[in-house]
T-cell receptor, first 111, second 115 residues
Framework: DAKTTQPNSMESNEEEPVHLPCNHS???????IHWYRQLPSQGPEYVIH???SNVNNRMASLAIAEDRKSSTLILHRATLRDAAVYYC????????????FGEGTQLTVNP | AAGVIQSPRHLIKEKRETATLKCYPI?????VYWYQQGPGQDPQFLIS???????DKGSIPDRFSAQQFSDYHSELNMSSLELGDSALYFC??????????????FGEGSRLTVL
């Protein structure tokens, strides 16, 4: 699996935007970029995914660098409920293939 | 909306006993994944099934086995339990279509405690 690198922790204030970076310099052309988050004592939750173009959904935006060696998850207005561990994951296009969780970013949101 | 159902939610076993965890995927999802998460650790992939066939295998001990049944539910069987098997076990399901189809939906997990 291609490796991703994320900061161990980040802090934000409520209602401010949050930019969570992820480096994946060994990404291959067929790797998708996924973001999941895990709140305490809960299962991981899908946030967003993309291949080459920037993506938006109701939860977040995903900005992918032109060379695809890095990406940024953007939470437009952080809430206390967004405090979680955020995982950036690469995977290939095969039904049933694994998602490998590495060391994500612990996001703290201050009131 | 229906979610991934895991049972039991909590399970306490003695060393060397066996345990079975069950996972019921979201209706019409045909792919199931099992993950193990130890205390303070990140989820570790164990095994996955697509259309009732094993599709990928991770760091699953030989003492563990799993299968997906005709109704797409899955069971994870763990034998000769060790203290180190104490963990949260998550099941996830997804639709076919590979990664382009997007997300895995995770259950709330089964917490196994081995004494």
């Amino acid at each position: 699996d291609a490796k991703t690198t994320q900061p161990n922790s980040m802090e934000s204030n409520e209602e401010e935007p949050v930019h969570l970076p992820c480096n994946h310099s060994t990404i291959s052309g067929t790797d998708y970029i996924h973001w999941y988050r895990q709140l305490p004592s809960q299962g991981p939750e899908y946030v967003i995914h993309g291949l080459t173009s920037n993506v938006n959904n109701r939860m977040a935006s995903l900005a992918i660098a032109e060379d695809r060696k890095s990406s940024t998850l953007i939470l437009h207005r952080a809430t206390l409920r967004d405090a979680a561990v955020y995982y950036c994951i690469l995977s290939w296009e095969t039904s049933g293939s694994r998602l490998t969780f590495g060391e994500g970013t612990q996001l703290t949101v201050n009131p | 909306a229906a979610g991934v159902i895991q049972s039991p939610r909590h399970l306490i076993k003695e060393k060397r006993e066996t345990a079975t965890l069950k996972c019921y995927p979201i209706p019409r999802h045909d792919t199931v994944y099992w993950y193990q998460q130890g205390p303070g650790q990140d989820p570790q992939f164990l095994i996955s099934f697509y259309e009732k066939m094993q599709s990928d295998k991770g760091s699953i001990p030989d003492r563990f086995s799993a299968q997906q049944f005709s109704d797409y539910h899955s069971e994870l069987n763990m034998s000769s339990l060790e203290l180190g098997d104490s963990a949260l076990y998550f099941c996830a399901s997804s639709l076919a279509g590979g990664r382009a189809a997007g997300e895995l939906f995770f259950g709330e997990g089964s917490r196994l405690t081995v004494l």
